[in-house]
């Protein structure tokens, strides 16, 4: 693929000057060489390229490639990502393999390094990225930050190994992302203190502005599990230069329906916010914080731009990387091609036994689940119990969840959720934050050993499950990704998805909401191969308690 030379006119909006001018863009060898105004020029809008500040690629359910031949289409043409998941899975093998699947498209994208792997000593996971490693990491170009430290408790507390990483990336001069939910007062100037400089975790007004004003740049995150937008979208107007725009986490289902940061800049327009604001946290603020190298349709700049019809609408026409066309009338212009089997799953399959859960005295604590959050709460409910063994209550919607170890034979571990709503069947994948086991919910043991047994013979993926019957989605790269085009995984998902909306659940992405109810560093309650485990506590706790 080589530059062009060409020019283009339009209404080139332009983020820096805050302006939008009729203009002539000419493009030599790559670089724009000049914006000239013109006093006729076509209807259609030429703008900076747009970028999610902070994402989990593997939450697509893609491989980075794959991914970037989807979302050129909606006008992205950079992001940072935390390859988190897989290097749970794979270690550096799995970074290794999404920098390098990356480099085969010309966007840019560019990396954070895992801070913690695993996330907890709470859970079974299949590597380990020590300092060690992690300061080797580093020092690739493809690493641009530190990833989400989510160990606040270890900054706080001065943990060595946490500090080491900490230490590492600083004397490299690159970013540190971070990850502290409620995180505020004296802990969180601690944690600010020692140089972690972003956050995507904030779910209020005033928990953003306490960070802003330590000096924090916000991430204002929309994924398919969480989503602050409503909450703090204001911030785009009173603080526009400490703001940046995510997804986080963002199922394919999502991406084709909604589209990707455009959605936000569409919404945000809807809310009656200032273009130039939203632009600039979706181009300009992440572009300089990580130091990303992409254009800002500037004078000098690299010509990466895009071509649309009208921000309100926003229909990508042209997608423009180094003054190469990438993307035009809706045909992505480079190949992608991948046949990549990579995987870390060693499990046999269980016996309808070993989820049997006997009854204690006390009550039984259940996490209470809620759609499109992330944070659970707790509650004491009477368990059913049917032959010695406490089972799902459908009518009170107390439903019982295993997570197990995929890297070994460990007993499976039961918890109980409420909220779900399933009022038949079962599901369970291979995604589960942060080590990524076997996690299930279910409204009978019978369909949870389907769900998961079938989950087993795949070696990974996604299932749901209904008296003998089920649909699945296989993900060949690590149980996290697939090799598929986004076009087919999004078939296959819907498929999978619309089988799974008959069981009950009136959430709008129960699997997403699964995925993260293993994730021991968001409150209140989660669970794990290890146990059921108490975020406050940082430590495993009992199903039953004596009131």
């Not at 009656?272 to 700049?301: E, W």
């Not at 006997?358 to 209470?368: D, E, F």
């Not at 619309?498 to 069981?503: G, K, N, Q, V």
């Not at 021991?520 to 989660?526: D, F, S």
Request: hydrophobic share 40%; net charge negative; charged share 25%.
């Amino acid at each position: 693929m080589t530059s062009n030379s060409f020019s283009i006119s339009g209404k080139v909006v332009d983020i820096v000057s805050r302006e939008i001018i009729n203009a002539e863009v000419c493009v030599e060898e790559g670089r724009i060489t000049s914006i000239t105004k013109r006093d006729s020029v076509s209807d259609q809008y030429i703008l900076p390229g747009l970028v999610d500040a902070h994402m989990h690629i593997e939450s697509t359910l893609l491989i980075p490639s794959r991914f970037a031949s989807l979302v050129v289409q909606f006008g992205t043409l950079g992001l940072v990502t935390d390859p988190h998941e897989i290097a749970n899975v794979l270690g550096e093998i799995g970074v290794d393999f999404m920098i390098n699947d990356a480099r085969k498209v010309p966007l840019e994208i560019r990396f954070g390094v895992p801070s913690c792997v695993p996330a907890t000593k709470h859970e079974t996971s299949g590597f380990v990225l020590d300092s060690n490693i992690v300061e080797s990491l580093l020092k690739r170009e493809e690493i641009v930050c530190l990833a989400e430290v989510m160990d606040f408790v270890g900054v706080i507390e001065d943990d060595l190994e946490v500090l080491k990483k900490i230490v590492a990336c600083k004397n490299l001069g690159k970013k540190i992302d971070g990850h502290a939910p409620g995180l505020k007062g004296r802990d969180l100037k601690k944690y600010v203190a020692s140089g972690i400089s972003a956050d995507h975790e904030c779910s209020t007004l005033e928990e953003a502005l306490e960070k802003i004003s330590l000096g924090m740049m916000i991430q204002i995150r929309e994924g398919s599990a969480a989503k602050d937008f409503d909450a703090l979208y204001s911030l785009l107007e009173t603080h526009p230069d400490r703001i940046m725009l995510c997804t986080d986490d963002l199922h394919p289902d999502d991406l084709i329906e909604k589209g990707h940061i455009n959605f936000l800049i569409k919404r945000g327009l809807e809310k009656g916010l200032n273009l130039f604001s939203l632009l600039r946290a979706a181009s300009y603020n992440p572009i300089h914080h990580y130091g990303l190298n992409l254009g800002l349709l500037q004078v000098g700049d690299f010509a990466d731009f895009i071509v649309i019809d009208h921000p309100e609408s926003f229909v990508v026409e042209q997608a423009f990387r180094n003054g190469v066309c990438i993307y035009k009338n809706k045909e992505v212009l480079f190949n992608v091609s991948n046949e990549i089997i990579l995987n870390n799953f060693s499990r046999k399959p269980i016996q309808l036994a070993d989820l049997v859960v006997k009854p204690q005295n006390g009550s039984l604590l259940a996490m209470v689940v809620k759609d499109g959050d992330l944070i659970t709460d707790s509650i004491l409910c009477t368990p059913k119990v049917i032959d010695s063994n406490v089972v799902s209550d459908v009518d009170n919607d107390l439903l019982k969840m295993v997570v197990m170890s995929r890297y070994d034979n460990g007993k499976p571990v039961m918890g109980f959720a409420k909220g779900f709503g399933f009022k038949k069947g079962a599901i369970a994948e291979s995604i589960a934050h942060d080590s990524h086991n076997i996690i299930a919910v279910g409204t009978s043991d019978e369909d949870l050993l389907h769900a998961i047994n079938t989950l087993i013979e795949m070696k990974g993926g996604i299932v749901a499950v209904n008296n003998g019957e089920s649909e699945s989605v296989e993900l060949e790269v690590a149980g996290l990704m697939s090799n598929k085009t986004g076009e087919d995984l999004v078939r296959e998902y819907a498929k999978m998805s619309d089988f799974a909306s008959d069981l009950g659940s009136n959430f709008q992405s129960p699997f997403m909401t699964l995925a993260f109810m293993s994730l021991l560093v968001i409150p209140k309650l989660k669970l794990s191969d290890k146990g059921l485990f108490d975020v406050k506590e940082f430590r495993v706790i009992d199903l039953f308690k004596e009131e």
